[in-house]
T-cell receptor, first 113, second 115 residues
Framework: GENVEQHPSTLSVQEGDSAVIKCTYS??????FPWYKQELGKRPQLIID?????GEKKDQRIAVTLNKTAKHFSLHITETQPEDSAVYFC????????????FGTGTLLAVQP | GAVVSQHPSWVICKSGTSVKIECRSL??????MFWYRQFPKQSLMLMAT?????????EQGVEKDKFLINHASLTLSTLTVTSAHPEDSSFYIC???????????FGPGTRLTVL
């Protein structure tokens, strides 16, 4: 079946450094790739997304890149701040015509002040 | 905006009882709603896809008679955990999609504890 692999499972960085989280998907028909941030006990919040017709998207300190050929997509956070500490999930749409998502296993990001 | 609410936020029940969880899209009409289950420190596991006016589509391994889903209107979907047992204790989260776009907006979740 379809799956999404996410690495690393935990990531600790110093405040001001960059953080990179990588995901690999298996369904070649996937065409939508969102990233969610989830703080402890709270709902996942969409932070950025990318569609398959775009290779890169940036929103202030956050950027996402997509390599369709390799079925890889990555989240880049620059100038990290303590409030960036949370669990980050990548996801990929299943099939070309549905809005159903399959999620990665999550990355716990800790930004040390 | 795109606000999704869930009720209740937490519930404790006795084994064998049924629990209903509501998911509402407050400021948009949700053609599709999704129900997820999340165990501590784990990812979101899709349980079922709920479309307004039709039967829910369950993921493999999810018992449809155990987890009853009703999507009676474009703003409300309910998940009923029937004859709950301690192993059903989990964090249940819904999400809603605007029209036929891919973006999903999540509710705040419901923490179910079955004693």
């Amino acid at each position: 079946g379809e799956n999404v692999e996410q690495h690393p499972s935990t990531l600790s960085v110093q405040e001001g450094d960059s953080a990179v989280i990588k995901c690999t998907y298996s369904d070649s028909a996937s065409n939508y790739f969102p990233w969610y941030k989830q703080e402890l006990g709270k709902r996942p919040q969409l932070i950025i997304d990318i569609r398959s017709n775009v290779g890169e998207k940036k929103d202030q300190r956050i950027a996402v890149t997509l390599n369709k050929t390799a079925k890889h997509f990555s989240l880049h956070i620059t100038e990290t701040q303590p409030e960036d500490s949370a669990v980050y999930f990548c996801a990929a749409s299943i099939g070309g015509a549905t809005n159903k998502l399959i999620f990665g296993t999550g990355t716990l990001l800790a930004v040390q002040p | 905006g795109a606000v999704v609410s869930q009720h209740p936020s937490w519930v404790i029940c006795k084994s064998g009882t049924s629990v209903k969880i509501e998911c509402r899209s407050l400021d948009f009409q949700a053609t599709t709603m999704f129900w997820y289950r999340q165990f501590p420190k784990q990812s979101l596991m899709l349980m079922a896809t709920s479309n307004e006016g039709s039967k829910a589509t369950y993921e493999q391994g999810v018992e449809k008679d155990k987890f009853l889903i009703n999507h009676a209107s474009l703003t409300l979907s309910t998940l009923t955990v029937t004859s709950a047992h301690p192993e059903d204790s989990s964090f249940y989260i819904c999400s809603a999609g605007k029209g036929y776009t891919d973006t999903q907006y999540f509710g705040p979740g419901t923490r179910l504890t079955v004693l």
